[in-house]
Structures are given as structure tokens and as C-alpha cells.
């Protein structure tokens, strides 16, 4: 699953081979989008939350050791046990160690986009201990051995009629049925029974309140609440970004979440762990995994306010036409492409460039983190150290000659205007990573320089 | 060996917490969040913002409006589990067991809810409010009985009103549980409850 060096432009050319798939998968997320822009229409404070929403997580991440350690001792003070792993190794092993001491081999888990950076599952289960995730999504993708391509929808790249024959294989469905409602009933009740004998369940953290202690998980399936109360162990995981200030802060992180992630007005269960019930125990790891480092680049620190809803992907026409799998990387889209090179600048010095920097990340953005301009500063630090991805060395060469010299410049507009008028296969060829199955749009009849000659005098 | 593991994780601890330190930026200030509320009607607001996800609204003038609902959508056999007294004429006799799993059977559930949020639909409910945490999630089908009065705008208003009140367990519940995981069509009934029906009620309760 994890293996050699990966090139997003590869990955997504085997993508690309079902054409009728890709226009399916693009229309879908678009779809997605439109709910999104619907929802955020209704609310003529939008821009303000988005702001207040950025500069509170300017605030968490100019104190976030004192919000920290804040968080610790309240949370250790409502009686949840406080763990800090400092890689994905630490925390796999502090799952690991939280099973055993308990004699538990069988763990239910809710989504936690943590867990797979971690790659938690495996490692688990190469310990023994069977993992069931929970989120229907992820339930498919693990039933097909594939991680998930999205970090909302983990099987958005799957049609239904895969769908059902995972469960026919797995579940013992009838062959060739591939009715939602019929599939999602037949998961409601093999999920029940493992919730009824799971007596450990793990669950992402959405939020973690600094002031109180408690931690926000939110779902549309109920599921993390079913895997958590019926268990004797809770583990939550979150990573040190995660902290917010103020319990009231919630109210402005859970207005712009959902509308922002599917379009709804807020999730259908936003649940507040504070204590442990009686009898049992919740237990919090907070795990940096490179987060730390990426506060320090002046750069890049922004990329740390995300809260996860997706919408970056939903918008990227990139994304939505390459599909979650050629990022190689648990966090895909252009969010994931500014987080994976921090952790790896060589294995993924080729996601910065899977982007065509046009900006609607940035403009959809809940928390206001300017994404595109990120992926454009990436790109130069991975040429300066040396990493540039090999297909994309010689044109970007001749890229920034022309954006060096005004008259290469307006050169270049011209002859590529002439090429892709008389000659678009120059262009839509091998050598160009870019343009594999993708037809050029019709060039414009003259350039903004062009443009802008004759009418500045007008 | 218990005495390392300690060790190293408070290694763990110094070693982020220094790395943070480090290199968090200087000191910005926390924004104050004024963000003021529109002015709605907040049963038609809050009625319409359910119903659009999924959910149900019933006006009501008292518990006997609430009780007639019940025996009119359930059977003798169903199982129904709630605590609030006014409504024993139609709760199951169920010996008191501490294990949340013996509500695995619960057809029908009847909680209260602290407040409605209008602009989302949510309620707000506290373990209080719970005989176990799990009841709203394992039964399948949910009523949660609201004072119509009791409802606010937006979230900002809705966490005023929570203040820092001290809750072990806390959950907002708007509609019925759902997903849309396969080929995003819409299905109502993942993991939790499969309906979600509202009584705002008129009369005071208590
Ligand atoms: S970067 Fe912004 S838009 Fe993308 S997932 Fe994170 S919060 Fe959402």
C-alpha cells in the first residue's frame, strides 16, 4: 500500500483510464461544492466567521504550548489520562500498550484522519489486534484493502456496484445488489454487533477545549458515540493542533465545519467527552508527527488551522479529476499537499505541483489559509533543496526563464497560443505530465498583455 | 519496565512541548467573537431547519399529546425507555441493569433536551438528562421533549447559554443519524437512531 516513491502525475493517469469514472467522480464533488455554497449563502456573517475562525487559530498556534499544557491538566483534572507521543511510532505503541494492559485483542474505531497517518491499523494488526473501523466510508475502503481518498468521504471514489459486491464477498449480501439503503442497513447491524462486544473504542478529536478539558467528536453516523459508550476503554487521538482556547470558541468552529465539509447546517451528533463515564476510562494521546517542525516554518505554519471539513478537495479541479489515490499520502487534495512534503520533502516533493495554483482552496477555506500560495512557495523550496520531481525539472526551467524576462514572457504566450491553436498535441504530449488526458482549452484569441496594450490608452 | 515507559513519555512530553515552544510565533491576541444574531422567529426558524435535515416537529399543549403519539407508533412488544415520570404510562417495565448494553433492544427513547438551536436544528442535551450516555445513539427511534421558550438563534448564543457549566458528557443532536457514504445518496438510519421527532411544548414544563 506504502511503498516506492510515488508521482501524483502517474497515479493519476491510471486514474484517468476510466474516463466516464473521472467525469462521474468531478460532477459528484462539484455537487458537494454547490451544497457547500448553498449553505454558506444563508449566513450574511460568513466572512466574519471565517475571520474570527482564522485569527483564533493565529492565537492557539502563537501559545499553543501554554494552551497545551492547559488542556493536560484540566482534562487530567475531569479524570481522562493524558498521553503525548512525538511520532506515529509512539503512538501506535501507546494504543498498543493500552490494549494490552487491558488483555483486549479486538478495538472499534471511529474516523481519525490521525490514526491514518499512523498507519495504525497495520500496526496493530501485525501486533494482533483486529481493528474495525466504524464510519461506513471507511468500512468500505477497509473491506477493499485501500485507504481512504478522502478525508470526509473515504470512499467517494467507489461506485455502488463495488460497493455491493465488497459486501457480498464480506457480508454475505446477495450477489449483485447494490441499493444504498439496503447496503448501509446491512452495515448498521454488522457494526452493531461489534459495538455491542468491543470494549475498546478509539475516535478522532475534532476540538479540544484549552479552558475546560473536554474534547468535541463529531459524526453524522452516531458511530464514534456508540463505539465510546459501550466500551471500557476510550482512546481519543488528536494532534497537537487541535486545541482551541475557549468552550465558546466552539460556536464558531462548529458553524463553519459542516457547511463547509457537505453543505449541512451542522453535523448530527457533536458530542462533548469531558469525563469518563463510570467505571471506565478515556484516555487522550496527543502526537505531534512532524507538527511541530511545520510551526516553524514561517511558510507553512498556516496549513496547521485546518479543521479537516474537505472543502479544498471538493473545489480542486485537480482533485476532483485525479481522485484521492494519487496523492499517495493519508491527507490528499491540496491541503494534503502542503502537510505531506513537511513530513517528507522527497517522497512527496511532487504534491506541490499537483495543483493548478487557481486559488479556490483558498477562497473556500473555513480558517482562510492561503493554500495556493503555499503550494507555490513549496515548490520553490523543493527545487531549491533539490527534490523536484523529474518530470517537471525541464519545463520548469523554461518556466522560470520566462517568468524572469518580460520578453520571454510575452514570447511565450504568444508561440504557446500558436502551438495550441495549430499544434495542441505538442502540448497534450508525454513529456508534459500535465495535459495527459486532458484536452487544452481553447486558447484565448489574445493575451492579457495583448489585451491590455490596446485598451490602457482607451 | 513500567517505570521506563513513564520516562519515556514524559520525554515525549518535554521534547513537543519544547519543540512548540520553539517555534511558535510571538503572541496574537484572541479575537473577541461579536457576531450578532438575526432576528427570526425561532419555532418557525428552528421547525424548518430540522425538518430540512431529516427531522420532525410536533407542537404540543402537554405530555398527554406526547403519550398519545407514542401509543400510536409503537406496539405492545416494543421496548421503550425514557425518565421522565410524566410519561410512565407508556415506558416499559425494565429492571435497572448498570450496563449500557441491556438498551441494545430499545425501540422507542423519550429524553429531554436542555435548548434548540434555530439556525441548525441541534439540541442540547447533558448526561443529566441520560439515564446512560449511549440511550440517544442505540435506540431506534428518538423523542426529545423541548420547551417551545427554550431555543436560541445560533451556536454563539447557544454556548452563552451552556456557560461553563460542568457536564461529564455533552452531545448537540440534530436529526436522525445518517450517511451518505455510498454514491452520496442520502440514507437515514447508520448507527444511531433512525428517526429523531421533536415535541416543542407550550406549557411550562418542569
Ligand atoms: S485546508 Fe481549509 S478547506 Fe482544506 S480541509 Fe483544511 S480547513 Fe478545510
Redesign the interface.
Known amino acids: 500500500m506504502h511503498t516506492e516513491t510515488k508521482d501524483h502525475a502517474e497515479l493519476a493517469t491510471v486514474f484517468n483510464k476510466d474516463e466516464a469514472r473521472v467525469d462521474w467522480h468531478d460532477e459528484?464533488l462539484w455537487?458537494?461544492r454547490q451544497k457547500r455554497d448553498k449553505a454558506v449563502n444563508h449566513l450574511p456573517?460568513w466572512e466574519?466567521?471565517r475571520e474570527?475562525a482564522s485569527?483564533?487559530k493565529?492565537?492557539v498556534?502563537?501559545?499553543?504550548?501554554g494552551y497545551?499544557?492547559q488542556f493536560e491538566e484540566n482534562a487530567q483534572r475531569?479524570g481522562i489520562v493524558v498521553?503525548?507521543?512525538?511520532d506515529a511510532a509512539?503512538h501506535n505503541n501507546?494504543v498498543l500498550?493500552l490494549l494490552h494492559s487491558k488483555g483486549i485483542t479486538k478495538m472499534v474505531k471511529s474516523k481519525s484522519m490521525l490514526t491514518e497517518e499512523c498507519h495504525l491499523n497495520e500496526s496493530l494488526e501485525n501486533n494482533g489486534i483486529e481493528v474495525i473501523d466504524?464510519?461506513?466510508?471507511e468500512r468500505?475502503v477497509q473491506l477493499a484493502k485501500e485507504p481512504p481518498s478522502h478525508i470526509v468521504?473515504?470512499?467517494?471514489h467507489?461506485?455502488?456496484e463495488e460497493?455491493g459486491d465488497l459486501f457480498h464477498l464480506h457480508l454475505g449480501t446477495p450477489a449483485g445488489n447494490a441499493d444504498?439503503?439496503f447496503?448501509?442497513?446491512t452495515a448498521?447491524q454488522h457494526?452493531?454487533e461489534t459495538?455491542?462486544t468491543r470494549r475498546a473504542a478509539l475516535t478522532g478529536v475534532n476540538f479540544a477545549v484549552a479552558e475546560?478539558g473536554e474534547f468535541v467528536v463529531c459524526t453524522?453516523?452516531?458511530?464514534a458515540?456508540?463505539g465510546a459508550?459501550?466500551a471500557d476503554i476510550h482512546i481519543a487521538s488528536m494532534g497537537?493542533e487541535k486545541i482551541i482556547?475557549?468552550?465558546?470558541?466552539?460556536?464558531?468552529f462548529?458553524?463553519l465545519l459542516t457547511r463547509s465539509a457537505?453543505g449541512?447546517?451542522?453535523?448530527?451528533?457533536?458530542?462533548?467527552?469531558?469525563?469518563?463515564?463510570e467505571?471506565t476510562e478515556i484516555h487522550i494521546i496527543?502526537v505531534?508527527n512532524g507538527r511541530?517542525?511545520q510551526?516553524?516554518r514561517?511558510d507553512f505554519?498556516n496549513s496547521l488551522k485546518c479543521i479537516r471539513c474537505g472543502a479544498c478537495m471538493n473545489t480542486c479541479p485537480v482533485y476532483r479529476r485525479s481522485g484521492g489515490h494519487s496523492y499517495h499520502n493519508a491527507i490528499s487534495g491540496p491541503i494534503g499537499a502542503i502537510l505531506a512534503p513537511n513530513l517528507d520533502m522527497e517522497k512527496y516533493a511532487d504534491l506541490p505541483f499537483a495543483s493548478t495554483l487557481c486559488g479556490s482552496c483558498s477562497n473556500v477555506c473555513p480558517v482562510k489559509i492561503d493554500i495556493h500560495q503555499q503550494l507555490y512557495k513549496w515548490r520553490q523550496v523543493i527545487v531549491q533543496n533539490g527534490y523536484a520531481p523529474a518530470g517537471k525539472k525541464a519545463a520548469m526551467k523554461l518556466m522560470s526563464l520566462t517568468l524572469s524576462s518580460p520578453a520571454a514572457y510575452h514570447m511565450g504566450g504568444k508561440a504557446g497560443r500558436f502551438v495550441m491553436k495549430y499544434a495542441p498535441f505538442a502540448v497534450n504530449n508525454k513529456l508534459n505530465p500535465w495535459y495527459k488526458q486532458r484536452d487544452m482549452p481553447e486558447p484565448p484569441k489574445e493575451s492579457f498583455g495583448e489585451w491590455y496594450a490596446k485598451n490602457r490608452k482607451a | 519496565m513500567v517505570r521506563k515507559?513513564q520516562e519515556?513519555?514524559?520525554t515525549?512530553?518535554e521534547?513537543?512541548?519544547n519543540?512548540?515552544?520553539?517555534?511558535?510565533?510571538?503572541?496574537?491576541?484572541?479575537?473577541e467573537?461579536i457576531?450578532?444574531a438575526d432576528n427570526i422567529e425561532l419555532q418557525d426558524k428552528f421547525t424548518e431547519?430540522l425538518t430540512t435535515?431529516g427531522g420532525k416537529v410536533i407542537k404540543a399543549n402537554g405530555y398527554d399529546d406526547v403519550i398519545a403519539y407514542i401509543k400510536s407508533i409503537t406496539n405492545t412488544g416494543h421496548r421503550i425507555i425514557s425518565s421522565i415520570t410524566e410519561l410512565s404510562e407508556v415506558i416499559s417495565a425494565s429492571e435497572a441493569s448498570?450496563l449500557?448494553?441491556s438498551l441494545?433492544d430499545t425501540e422507542l427513547a423519550i429524553i429531554k433536551a436542555h435548548f434548540g438551536?434555530a439556525?441548525?436544528?441541534?439540541v442540547w442535551i447533558t448526561?443529566n438528562l441520560l439515564s446512560?450516555?449511549?440511550l440517544p445513539?442505540?435506540c431506534q427511534h428518538l423523542i426529545v421533549i423541548l420547551n417551545a421558550d427554550d431555543l436560541v438563534a445560533?451556536?454563539?448564543q447557544?454556548?452563552?447559554k451552556?456557560g461553563?457549566e460542568?457536564?461529564?458528557?455533552?452531545?448537540?443532536?440534530?436529526?436522525?443519524?445518517?450517511?451518505?457514504?455510498?454514491?452520496?445518496?442520502l440514507?437515514l438510519?447508520?448507527?444511531?437512531?433512525r428517526s429523531m421527532t421533536i415535541f416543542l411544548i407550550s406549557l411550562p414544563l418542569d
Open positions: 459528484t455537487w458537494i456573517e466574519l466567521l474570527t485569527q483564533i493565529d492565537n498556534l502563537s501559545n499553543l504550548a497545551l499544557v475531569n498521553h503525548w507521543a512525538a509512539e501507546i500498550g466504524s464510519d461506513l466510508g468500505i468521504l473515504p470512499c467517494i467507489k461506485k455502488k460497493i444504498p439503503q447496503l448501509t442497513e448498521r457494526l452493531r459495538f455491542l475546560t453524522n453516523e452516531g458511530n458515540d456508540m459508550h459501550l497537537i482556547p475557549k468552550r465558546k470558541n466552539l460556536g464558531v462548529l458553524r457537505t449541512q447546517p451542522i453535523t448530527t451528533y457533536s458530542s462533548h467527552f469531558s469525563k469518563p463515564r467505571g496527543i505531534d511541530s517542525k510551526l516553524g514561517e505554519r | 515507559k519515556s513519555m514524559s515525549a512530553r521534547q513537543i512541548l519543540a512548540v515552544r520553539a517555534n511558535q510565533p510571538d503572541l496574537k491576541a484572541l479575537p467573537v457576531i450578532p431547519t435535515i448498570p449500557p448494553h441494545q438551536v439556525e441548525n436544528g441541534a448526561e446512560q450516555r449511549v445513539f442505540i445560533n451556536m454563539h447557544a454556548y452563552e451552556i461553563d460542568h457536564y461529564g458528557y455533552g452531545t448537540f443532536i440534530a436529526g436522525p443519524s445518517k450517511t451518505a457514504d455510498i454514491e452520496q445518496s440514507v438510519g447508520a448507527h444511531g437512531s
